[in-house]
């Protein structure tokens, strides 16, 4: 299919944060990778990430937390705002060491700390085959070249081709969305270090502060009935007919919000129980990040979950073959180490995301029926899941790299 054929030992595709993670994850044991991105620049869609102490710590373990850390100020509770009931809930989170900064901050770090040439720009994989003799994967892209890797780590996002051709579902989609955007005052905005959630009829406002200057906020709301994706104005539009009856400081600040960060996301997520049976490696092929577990927004975990995947398995792979890829005598016995590592890999992240996934596909699920007998259930099974706290879900610890 093309003229020109690589060789490589790791092939990382997707060049968002699960992917540069795994990236670094891996360089940082002295083993070598290559990300294939199918955009020509670094993509930071989403505006802002929230991290909680697992996440924290697993950028600790990728050497790059302290940096992370003066880029946003710490945050101290959250508070849950009922408009209609004149009702409020606060929960600290300052052992949570929950912040909020910038995606473009975190995906500009990764890669920085990459080595030169780890990432390739404008490469889209077309087809995936196996090597009859080998077995292992060899990638056509949209160039034209031939790639032929050792290790194939899909970090390709919901629409993973790496998933599709390991046989996993498509995920569902949710019939809510998410907006998301940032807004700067020069003079700086005066909210305290609260992250705020309001709920008014049909929508869900977050608001966290990034530093003394800037905000980001989302929006969880129904999906708007015209296609407004592409059309920053006409999200604001669709968002700001959302939240007319919230507070008029809401209002402000989705109004002189900036444009170029805003982006409406449909809600899309892997079913729990489709979590427990998929097959999540193949030979020496795997999934991570969104690829592997996308879930809904509503516990703020899916970056800070790729980036627990990009620690345990590149821990994994340096168990297996301290050596990288190369290190094997053989393609059989290769074959058979990498297997053992994703295998490893696969069996200790399965139940950790079984249990984010689950968490919030409640919550998605209780804000979408309109039943109230199905709330009542959902609620009682969410109960069981946060026996330590509704923050319990950040209470996880990946290990050391």
Known sequence: MGSKEEHHDIVIVGGGICGLATALALHRKGINSLVLEKFDTLRASGAAITVYINGWHALDQLGIGMELRRKAIPLTE???????????????????????FKRRDLIETLAKNLPVGSIRFGCQIVAIELDPFSSFPILYTNDGATIKAKVLIGCDGSNSVIAKSLG??????????????????SN?????????RLRGDGAVLGRLPVNENLVHWFVIQQCPSQD??????????????????????????????DSSSLSLTHIR?????????????????????????VMGPFLGQGGSAGLE????????IAEEMPMGPEGATNDREMV???????????????????????????????????????????????????????LSH???DCGSL
């Open 228 to 257: 407004v994706q592409k059309d920053p104005e006409l999200i604001k539009k669709v968002t700001l007919e959302t939240l007319k009856e919230f507070p008029p400081e809401v209002i402000e600040m989705v109004e002189h919000c």
């Open 336 to 390: 058979k180490r990498i297997g053992i590592a994703l295998s490893k890999y696969v069996k200790e992240r399965r139940l950790r995301i079984m249990r984010l996934s689950t968490q919030s596909y409640l919550i998605g699920s209780m804000i979408t029926t309109s039943s109230w007998v199905k709330k009542l259930v959902q609620l009682a099974i969410l109960i069981v899941f946060l026996r330590g706290g509704s």
């Open 309 to 316: 995947d990009a620690i345990v398995l590149a821990r994994c």
């Open 394 to 396: 950040s209470n996880y």
């Open 269 to 293: 997520y892997r079913a729990p129980w489709h979590l427990f049976f998929a097959k999540f490696w193949q030979g020496t092929t795997t999934v991570a990040g969104d690829a592997m577990h």
């Open 168 to 185: 996993l579902q498509a995920p569902k989609v949710c019939p809510i969305s998410a907006v998301r955007g940032l807004t700067s005052y």
């Open 78 to 100: 959250i508070r849950d705002i009922w408009l209609h009931k004149n009702k409020m809930q606060v929960t600290s989170c300052r052992k949570e060491a929950l912040r909020c």
């Open 188 to 196: 700086g905005h005066n909210f305290d270090s609260h992250f705020i």
